[in-house]
């Protein structure tokens, strides 16, 4: 069964470098998103890409965060300079069409010193 | 602001029995309510997904209720197993914007021998 891929597992970084987060979605998906979990809290929307352009945003995606599909595969979110806030689990996730369900990738544990 | 609200918090049954776990929501305009399984450090997975016009869905073990007139659902399972214990997440989600997701704290669900 296809499923979200995401890489690294676990990334730890020092306060003020960048990171990127790689995800690999479902192949025939068009919908794309990024969420993250601070530890012990809810899942919180970051943001949503359709069509090579971002959808909607949340306001924690600020002027630091950036999404990107290089090619056909991949869907990236890079934090430019990390703060300790940052510290999070982030999961993408994907969906065929606005009908269907999303689909979530095991995630990634930010780990930001 | 949209919000989703779970209780209880957490809970802990023993293998075999059953549980309710409820949810209420302040999502407008409504889309439709899921209830995703989360087991920890690792993505959701969705365990049933309901409209407004349905209000009830099961998925094996799991029967969810949907009330949109109140704004609440509630989760049933029932002959709970021990690989039942995870945290169980209402997510609601709202018309447009490419289907953003409300999610809800969770119930910490913890099933003992």
């Known amino acids: 069964e296809p499923e979200v891929t995401q890489t690294p597992s676990h990334q730890v970084t020092q306060m003020g470098q960048e990171v990127i987060l790689r995800c690999v979605p479902i192949?025939?998906?068009?919908?794309f998103y990024w969420y993250r979990q601070i530890l012990g809290q809810k899942v919180e929307f970051l943001v949503s890409f359709y069509n090579n352009e971002i959808s909607e945003k949340s306001e924690i995606f600020d002027d630091q965060f950036s999404v990107e599909r290089p090619d056909g595969s991949n869907f990236t979110l890079k934090i430019r300079s990390t703060k300790l806030e940052d510290s999070a689990m982030y999961f993408c996730?994907?969906?065929?069409?606005?009908?269907?369900?999303?689909?979530f990738g095991p995630g990634t544990r930010l780990t930001v010193t | 602001k949209n919000q989703v609200e779970q209780s209880p918090q957490s809970l802990i049954i023993l293998e075999g029995k059953n549980c309710t776990l409820q949810c209420n929501y302040t999502v407008s305009p409504f889309s439709n309510l899921r209830w995703y399984k989360q087991d920890t450090g690792r993505g959701p997975v969705s365990l049933t997904i309901m409209t407004f016009s349905e209000n009830t869905k099961s998925n094996g073990r799991y029967t969810a209720t949907l009330d949109a007139d109140t704004k609440q659902s509630s989760l049933h399972i029932t002959a709970s197993q021990l690989s039942d214990s995870a945290s169980y997440i209402c997510v609601v989600s709202a018309k447009g914007g490419g289907n953003k997701l409300t999610f809800g704290t969770g119930t910490q669900l913890k099933v003992e021998l």
């Open positions: 996730a994907s969906r065929m069409t606005e009908v269907y369900e999303q689909y």
């Open positions: 192949s025939n998906h068009l919908y």
